[in-house]
C-alpha cells in the first residue's frame, strides 16, 4: 500500500489572507477574535485541499500565525522570561510581543477589542532575533537558551486546539511537531558557556507530554522534523538522538521522523535505524541516498520519499520520479510513502492565480497546490492505475516542450559560455596597480565618504512607479518624474559634502525584479508569493531560460546623474549571485551554470557603464553568504564558482576603474579569503549592529588581512534614529585600528530606501562630520 501526504502548507494563503488579516490585527483595526477566524479558515481550506487532491492525512501543526518556531516556543513552554508575560495575555498577544518587540496587548476588553498596548512601544523588551531557516529565504524566530530555561506542557493548546478541529471537520489527521535536537539546536544560548544541549533532559518529558496528549486525541501519526540530521553536527549531538527517541517512542503515536534540505550522509543509518515508525527523506536533494535508505531502514518501517521538489517550482518529471521510484518500491519490504521533498511553505501557493502567465510557461510548473496533484498521481501511475494515463500523457508532454523549447536554449549564451579563456576572472593588473591608477584619477580625500545606493524610495516615487504600471503614467513623464529625483539626490548628497555620489535608485522597484525584467530567460508572477517572515512575503522571479540582455539596463540613468555632477557617480548592479539566489532557478541544468550565464549579462553592463565614462562600478552581493550549502563538504566548489561568476562581471575594465562590491545581513569572517578572493578594488559590509565586530577578521586576526579597500558601515539603516557624530566617530577608530587609514572608507551599513528623507540627511550629515573628524586625527 502507498499513501501519500506532505510535510506542511503555504499558511499565508491564496490571496495573501494571513498577511492582510495580522496587518489589520497590528493596526488595531481588527480583534483577536476576527483573526484567529482568518486562520481556522484558511486551515480549513488547505486541508480541504489536501483531502480533494487524495491525500490520506492532512498536516496539522503546520499553520501559524507569525512562524512555526514561535509556536512550538509556545508548546513546549519557554517563552523567555526577558519578556515578563503575565496570566492576562492571550497567547496569541504574547507570540506578537516576542515577535515584533511590541508590548503585548491587554486581554480582550468587555467589547472584544483588544485593549490598548500596556506600555509605550520604548519600554517594550525588543523582539527575539530572527534568522535564515536552514538554507530558504523564510525566517524563523529564534529560541533562548540559558541556565534558567524551563519548559511547560501546559503552556498552549493551540495544536491540540487545531487537531480537534481538522478531526471535527472528518479529517484523518497526521500531526506535526519540529523535533527536541532540531529546536534546541535552533535557538541561541543567552549567556557564555552555556551549552544548550545540556536542557535535553528537561525538555523531553515535555515532548512526551505533548506526544501523549496527541495520542489521547485519537491522532495514529504524527511527523516529527529533525531537518539537522542533514548538517554536521557535533557528536554530542549525534549521540543524543537515539536516546531522546527511545524515550519519547514510549508512549507516543506512531512517529515519522523527517529529515529534507541536505544530503544525511554519516547520519543516514542513524537516521533509519532510530526507533520509530517510519522515515522521510529529501530524494530532491539527496537522490543518490535513496538506495542506501531503502537497504538501511527496517522492512517494519514507512520509508516517506520526499519526490517532488518542495523547494522550486518547476513541475516534476514523472516518468524520472516513477523510474527513481519503482526499485524502492521492490526493494523496501515495508510501507511506502509519497510526499513533496520538504513543506511547501516555500513555493507559492498556486497556478489558479497565474492568468497573465502565457500557456506555454504556465504548463511547466507546479506550485503547491499543483504539487498535492503530482504526488497523488505518483501514487496512482506507481500502483499500476490505468486511469493515471491521461494526466501522465499530459505532464509528459509539458515536460517535453520545456526541454525543447527554444526559449530556454538560446545557442548564442552556450557559445558565449564556451569561449572562455583563462584570466577572464582576473583584472590585467594587481590591485597595488590599480589603486595607484585609481588614486591619480578620482583624487580622493583619506577616508571617502559614499552610501550604498538607494535614497529614500518615498510614497511619491512609488506612486508614479505604479501609475506607470497601470498604463496610467506615460513613459516619457515617468522617466521624467524618476530624472527630477535624481536630481534632488545628486543635490542633496553635494550639499552634504559626500565624496563619492550615487543616483539613488528610484527607478528600481527592488534590487532582483529590476534587473531580471530586463535580461532574457526570466519571468515574473502576478501573485507567487512566499512568506519570509511574519506578514512578508517575497515574490521571486523564474528563471526558466538562458539568460541575456537585449540592452542595457543602468546606463542612461547613470550616465544622467554623472552629467549633474563632477564628483565620481557610481554605477549600482546587483552581482549574479544574488540575481540566482533570490529567484527560483531553473533545473535542467547545474545553478553554477545560469550564475555564470547571469555573469556574462552584467559584465556586458559593466562594460557599457565604463564606456559611458563611469568610473566606479558597484556590484552588490548581499546574499554571497546564504548560498553555501548546509555542509561544508559543499563549500569550496560553491565559493569557487559563486567568485569566478562576480570576477567574469567584474573584470573587464580598466585598471583605473573602481570596482566595489557590497554584503550585508550576514556574518563573513569564516568566507573571508573567499571574499578577498573576488578582488574589488572596495568592498562595503554592515558592521556597525556588532559594533565593528565583524571587521575583526578583516584585519588580520585570522591571518589574512583583507587586501583592498574597506568601508565598514558605520550607522545602521535598520532604524529611524540619526546616530551622532561621536558615535560614529568612536566606530571609525576601532575600524581605523585595523584597517589602514589609505584603505578606510565611510559609509553606512546598506541602502538608505527604508528611510526618510528627514532622517537620511542629518545620519548623513553626521556620518560626513565624523569622517572629516577623523581625518583630522590621522
Ligand atoms: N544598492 C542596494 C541599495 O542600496 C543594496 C541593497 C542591499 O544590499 N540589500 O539598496
Ligand atoms: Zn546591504
Redo the contacts with the bound molecule.
Keep these: 500500500m502507498t499513501r501519500t501526504h506532505i510535510l506542511g502548507f503555504p499558511r499565508i494563503g491564496a490571496q495573501r489572507e494571513l498577511k492582510f488579516a495580522l496587518e489589520a490585527h497590528w493596526r488595531g483595526d481588527t480583534d483577536a477574535a476576527a483573526l484567529e477566524a482568518v486562520g481556522a479558515g484558511l486551515r480549513a481550506r488547505h486541508w480541504a485541499l489536501q483531502r480533494e487532491a487524495g491525500l490520506d492525512f492532512v498536516t496539522v501543526g503546520d499553520f501559524a500565525f507569525y512562524d512555526q518556531v514561535l509556536n512550538h516556543i509556545q508548546l513546549l513552554g519557554c517563552e523567555p522570561a526577558r519578556f515578563g508575560f503575565g496570566t492576562g495575555q492571550t497567547d496569541l498577544a504574547r507570540a506578537f510581543a516576542m515577535a515584533r518587540g511590541v508590548a503585548p496587548a491587554a486581554a480582550p476588553t468587555c467589547c472584544g477589542h483588544a485593549g490598548a498596548a500596556a506600555a509605550p512601544a520604548a519600554a517594550a523588551p525588543h523582539a527575539l532575533e530572527m534568522t535564515k531557516w536552514f538554507d530558504t529565504n523564510y525566517h524563523y524566530l529564534v529560541p533562548e537558551f540559558g541556565p534558567a530555561t524551563a519548559f511547560d506542557h501546559a503552556s498552549s493548546a493551540r495544536l491540540f486546539d487545531e487537531v480537534a478541529e481538522a478531526q471535527a471537520l472528518g479529517h484523518p489527521v497526521k500531526a506535526v511537531l519540529l523535533g527536541p535536537l532540531s529546536f534546541l539546536w535552533l535557538g541561541k544560548e543567552k549567556q557564555a558557556g552555556f551549552d544548550r544541549l545540556s536542557l535535553l533532559d528537561a525538555l523531553l518529558p515535555v515532548y512526551e507530554r505533548v506526544l501523549g496528549r496527541l495520542k489521547a486525541q485519537g491522532v495514529e501519526w504524527v511527523q516529527i522534523d529533525e531537518p539537522i540530521l542533514g548538517l554536521d553536527l557535533p557528536e554530542p549531538w549525534r549521540q543524543s538522538f537515539e536516546r531522546s527517541y527511545w524515550q519519547l517512542a514510549r508512549n507516543a503515536p506512531r512517529l515519522l521522523l523527517a529529515t529534507y534540505f541536505s544530503p544525511l550522509a554519516e547520519n543516514l543509518r542513524l537516521a533509519c535505524q532510530l526507533p520509530v515508525a517510519g522515515l522521510h527523506v529529501d530524494a530532491v536533494r539527496a537522490p543518490e541516498e535513496l538506495t542506501g535508505v531503502a537497504d538501511w531502514l527496517p522492512a517494519h518501517k514507512v520509508l516517506s520519499v520526499g519526490i517532488v521538489d518542495g523547494r522550486n517550482i518547476w513541475r516534476t518529471d514523472l516518468d524520472d520520479a516513477l523510474a527513481r521510484l519503482r526499485p524502492v518500491a521492490g526493494k523496501h519490504r515495508g510501507e511506502l510513502w509519497l510526499a513533496p521533498s520538504c513543506s511547501l511553505l516555500h513555493v507559492p501557493f498556486g497556478l489558479q492565480a497565474e492568468p497573465q502567465l502565457d500557456a506555454e510557461l504556465r504548463s511547466w510548473l507546479a506550485f503547491a497546490c499543483e504539487k498535492l496533484g503530482e504526488v497523488q498521481l505518483l501514487r496512482r501511475a506507481l500502483a499500476g492505475d490505468a486511469s493515471a494515463g491521461p494526466a501522465l500523457a499530459e505532464a509528459r508532454a509539458a515536460i517535453a516542450s520545456r526541454r525543447a523549447s527554444p526559449r530556454v536554449r538560446r545557442p548564442e549564451v552556450a557559445q558565449r559560455l564556451a569561449r572562455r579563456m583563462a584570466g577572464d576572472d582576473r583584472r590585467a593588473a594587481p590591485f597595488a596597480h590599480r589603486q595607484a591608477a585609481q588614486q591619480r584619477r578620482f583624487a580622493l580625500p583619506p577616508l571617502p565618504t559614499t552610501t ?3 535614497f529614500p524610495q518615498t510614497a511619491a516615487i512609488r506612486a508614479q512607479r505604479a501609475a506607470h504600471r497601470r498604463g496610467a503614467l506615460p513613459a516619457e513623464a515617468y522617466a521624467r518624474a524618476m530624472r527630477e529625483e535624481i536630481d534632488r539626490v545628486v543635490k542633496a548628497q553635494e550639499a552634504l559634502g559626500l565624496d563619492v555620489l550615487v543616483h539613488g ?1 528610484p527607478e528600481r522597484n527592488d ?1 532582483v525584479e529590476y534587473f531580471g525584467e530586463q535580461l532574457d530567460g526570466y519571468a515574473f508572477t502576478a501573485n507567487g508569493w512566499v512568506q519570509s517572515y511574519g506578514s512578508r512575503c517575497v515574490k521571486p522571479p523564474l528563471i526558466y531560460g538562458d539568460v541575456a540582455r537585449p540592452t542595457a539596463m543602468t546606463v542612461e540613468w547613470t550616465a544622467y546623474a554623472q552629467r549633474l555632477t563632477p564628483l565620481p557617480m557610481k554605477g ?1 548592479l546587483t552581482g549574479p549571485v544574488t540575481m540566482l539566489q533570490w529567484a527560483f532557478v531553473r533545473d535542467d541544468q547545474p545553478r553554477q551554470q545560469t550564475c555564470e550565464q547571469i555573469a556574462w549579462a552584467l559584465r556586458d553592463e559593466v562594460l557599457d557603464l565604463e564606456r559611458a565614462g563611469i568610473g566606479m562600478i ?1 556590484i ?1 552581493e ?1 546574499a554571497l553568504r546564504e548560498g553555501l550549502p548546509l555542509r561544508r563538504a559543499g563549500w569550496k566548489a560553491y565559493l569557487d564558482w559563486a567568485g569566478r561568476a562576480f570576477r567574469l562581471c567584474a573584470s573587464g575594465v580598466r585598471d583605473d576603474t573602481q570596482i566595489h562590491t ?1 554584503m ?1 545581513y550576514a556574518e563573513f569572517n569564516d568566507i573571508l579569503p573567499e571574499i578577498a578572493a573576488l578582488d574589488a578594488d572596495v568592498i562595503t559590509i554592515e558592521t556597525s549592529r556588532s559594533d565593528m565586530e565583524l571587521l575583526r577578521g578583516f584585519g588580520g586576526e585570522r591571518g589574512l588581512r583583507y587586501p583592498n579597500e574597506i568601508g565598514p558601515g558605520v550607522y545602521d539603516i535598520h532604524s529611524p534614529r540619526v546616530p551622532p557624530v561621536a558615535e560614529m566617530v568612536r566606530l571609525l577608530r576601532k575600524a581605523a585600528a585595523v584597517v589602514p587609514a589609505g584603505h578606510l572608507w565611510v559609509n553606512p551599513d ?4 527604508t528611510r526618510g528623507w528627514a532622517e537620511t540627511e542629518a545620519a548623513l550629515a553626521n556620518m560626513v562630520a565624523a569622517a572629516r573628524q577623523m581625518r583630522e586625527e590621522l
Excluded at 750 to 753: H, N, R, S, T
Design positions: 550604498i545606493g538607494s535608485e534590487m549600482m558597484q552588490d548581499p557590497h550585508c546598506c541602502g538608505l530606501k
